[in-house]
């Protein structure tokens, strides 16, 4: 099995840090006690579960009781946003955006078709929202504003708080996916106006299928997963101990090197950036280069498919990605790109790189060292290399009518 690589691929998943590994380890062996049981052997379990509780919280600057493990980001979305409405029966609307992720998106739509309205909010040619489109969606109806922090596939990072200020106008609940930002932003729950905020472990180097939403002390929640009354009834189900134990370390060391780390990625990834932008001919970042997370660039390459350019990469060894890992393979242009009204070129030619605290200097030289000349031979097989090709114009016809 191939295990040696370069990793830029840390928004599609991270690797589980050792140290996390080894605080974990034990709850696969020793210590298989059930937390909620009444003899020690199952308490030392529980105390373990409220330790990770604690280191959770803290990365978040939430309160412990705020905190509800899950299965990862795509369950904190769902229950957050169902959570929301069960809560308030009577109003009906959500507001959103166009370029959320699926596990917002894909219930949204699914809302739809059980009677709510929705308005998904627009971005502009960087990937930003329009404040007053906002505000001229919210209405007293309006049960809940679901927003990312930061985009998945851009790192184009959302004004949280000034969104949350209008929405608490509105006396609508707040729900944000940070799923990206955790641990390249610090967060304070203890001043924002955000209601609910859903994490994934497997983005700040813990195992996948673990994660948490914070859910505001005050807010009423009602499960979505209903079982026994474990984490204060508000979900059901034997916590997954190594996954809280793991979760809760990846906190903890994620708050730790926050600030180091982050510096380091921008770093890394402005040097990657700047270099390929000066040495490759018809490229340019996609989204907001000035509010994007330390760790992400997306770079359109022109007139080229950005399939090419990733298998190109993984025969020198390089992990990079055309977009969410759960759309890739599908032959659609991202959504987020799209939403952003991109080029056909641009949309077709973009890759991602996403770095994380292990990247090193040598990496980002490997990758320096072969892209442009990957670019430059995929431009000379390429069938359209002007923007002004008759054939593209089609394509953006046909674009702008899906
Ligand atoms: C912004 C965002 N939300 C939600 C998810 C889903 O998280 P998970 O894979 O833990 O279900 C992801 C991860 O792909 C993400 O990037
Ligand atoms: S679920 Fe992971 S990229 Fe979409």
Not at 95 to 119: D, F, R
Not at 226 to 249: D, F, H, I, S, Y
């Amino acid at each position: 099995m191939l295990k040696d690589c370069i990793y830029l691929d840390n928004n599609a998943t991270t690797k589980v840090d050792p140290e996390v590994v080894e605080a974990m380890l034990p709850y696969l062996s020793d210590y298989y006690g059930n937390p909620s049981s009444m003899h020690t052997f199952g308490g030392q379990v529980g105390k373990a579960v409220k330790q990770g509780r604690e280191q959770v919280a803290a990365l978040l600057g939430a309160d412990e009781s705020e905190i509800v493990f899950t299965s990862g980001g795509t369950e904190g979305d769902n229950a957050a946003i169902r959570a929301a409405l069960l809560a308030q029966p009577d109003k009906r609307h959500i507001i959103t955006t166009q370029v959320e992720h699926p596990a917002v998106l894909n219930v949204c739509k699914q809302l739809e078709s059980q009677g709510y309205s929705v308005t998904y909010l627009s971005v502009n040619r960087q990937g930003q929202l329009d404040l007053n489109e906002l505000e001229a969606s919210l209405t007293g109806n309006t049960a809940l504003v679901t927003i990312m922090y930061a985009n998945n596939e851009t790192g184009t990072i959302f004004p949280i708080e000034q969104i949350g200020m209008r929405v608490k106008e509105y006396g609508a609940l707040f729900h944000v996916d940070a799923v990206q930002a955790v641990g390249k932003i610090p967060m304070n729950m203890k001043t924002s106006t955000i209601d609910m905020l859903t994490m994934s472990g497997h983005k700040i180097h813990a195992p996948k299928g673990i994660g948490a939403l914070y859910v505001r002390r005050g807010v009423r929640f009602r499960p979505m997963i209903v079982g026994g009354g474990q984490q204060r009834g508000r979900r059901g189900g034997t916590e997954n101990v190594p996954g809280v134990v793991a979760l809760g370390k990846a906190a903890e060391l994620e708050l730790l090197h926050l600030e180091e780390a982050t510096t380091r990625e921008k770093r890394l990834r402005d040097r990657l950036e700047q270099t390929l932008l000066a040495q490759i001919p018809d490229c340019e970042v996609n989204g907001d280069a000035s509010q994007r997370l330390p760790n992400t660039t997306n770079i359109g390459f022109k007139f080229i498919e950005g399939e090419a350019i990733l298998l190109s990469l993984n025969k020198h060894g390089i992990c990079a990605s055309s977009g969410s890992a759960c759309s890739s393979g599908s032959l659609e242009p991202s959504h987020v790109l799209r939403a952003m009204g991109l080029p056909y070129t641009i949309l077709h030619g973009s890759i991602r790189f996403s770095l994380c605290r292990y990247t090193t200097e040598a990496e980002i030289d490997a990758v320096l060292a072969v892209m442009p000349g990957i670019v430059e031979h995929l431009r000379t097989l390429s069938p359209f290399k002007s923007d002004n090709a008759s054939w593209l114009q089609e394509q953006e016809k046909s674009l702008a009518h899906r």
